[in-house]
């Protein structure tokens, strides 16, 4: 089962969410819904794909 958040981690990924939420109420305009075809082609891109929840992913796959 991986391990929660340290806190240098949990302070990141706080960061990154108001960081987020910030650019959202600033420019509400960036902002855009997947379109059909683009939903389509993700859910293209995934299929047959299967995640755990407690996977853990290697040290170099980066988002």
Not at 37 to 60: F, N, Q, S, W
Request: glycine fraction near 2%; avoid cysteine; aromatic fraction near 4%.
């Amino acid at each position: 089962m991986p391990h929660p958040p340290t806190q240098a981690e949990a302070s990141v990924i706080d960061a990154w969410l108001r960081f987020l939420a910030r650019d959202m109420e600033d420019h509400p305009r960036r902002m855009a819904s997947l379109d059909e075809a683009e939903a389509a082609a993700l859910a293209e891109l995934v299929r047959g794909v299967t995640v755990r929840d407690d996977e853990v992913l290697p040290d170099e796959v980066t988002f």
